[in-house]
C-alpha cells in the first residue's frame, strides 16, 4: 500500500514558536498550505520543535521536510506516542542545510501523536524556517 499524506485539517499542531508571535505572516499553518511563498518561521532559542496530534491512529513512515537554507537543523529527533502514553524516541535525522525537499524514511511507528525536535540549528540564533512539512504512511 503506498505512503498517503497523514496531516489532515484536523491534526492539532503546536510549535515552539513564532518569529516577532507574527502568525499571520510565519506561524505554523504556512507548513502545510502547499504555497511556496509561505513558511513557519520560529522565533531566535534553542530546541525548536513541531508537535502533531492526530484526529486517529496512523502508521508514519516517511518524512518529508523543506527548510530554509541556513535556517535548517542539522539534527532532527522524531519522537512519538498513542494517547495517554509518554513520547518516546523513533528516530534521529540528520538533514542537510540546503532549500530543496528533503524526504526521509521513518521506522513505522503506530502513533497518535509526533513530536519533531530540531536540536542543532544552522543559524547563529537557532532560528527555524520550513516552507512545507509532509508525514506519510498509513492510517489506522
Given at each position: 500500500m503506498p505512503?498517503?499524506?497523514?496531516?489532515?485539517?484536523?491534526?492539532?499542531?503546536?510549535?515552539?514558536?513564532?518569529?516577532?508571535?507574527?502568525?499571520?505572516?510565519?506561524?505554523k499553518k504556512h507548513m502545510f498550505d502547499a504555497n511556496e511563498e509561505t513558511c513557519w518561521n520560529s522565533d531566535q532559542g534553542a530546541r525548536q520543535w513541531v508537535a502533531l496530534d492526530?484526529?486517529?491512529?496512523?502508521?508514519v513512515s516517511q518524512l518529508h521536510i523543506q527548510f530554509q537554507g541556513g535556517f535548517s537543523s542539522r539534527l532532527c529527533t522524531l519522537e512519538g506516542c498513542r494517547t495517554g502514553e509518554e513520547l518516546v524516541k523513533i528516530s534521529e535525522l540528520y538533514p542537510e542545510d540546503v532549500n530543496a525537499m528533503q524526504r526521509f524514511q521513518v521506522e513505522e511507528t503506530a502513533l497518535d501523536k509526533l513530536k519533531i525536535t530540531f536540536e542543532n540549528s544552522t543559524d547563529f540564533f537557532g532560528r527555524i524556517v520550513v516552507y512545507h512539512l509532509r508525514v506519510l504512511g498509513?492510517?489506522?
Open positions: 505512503a498517503e499524506p497523514l496531516i489532515c485539517a484536523d491534526t492539532a499542531t503546536r510549535v515552539s514558536s513564532v518569529l516577532n508571535r507574527d502568525v499571520k505572516q510565519f506561524g492526530f484526529p486517529r491512529t496512523v502508521k498509513e492510517r489506522l
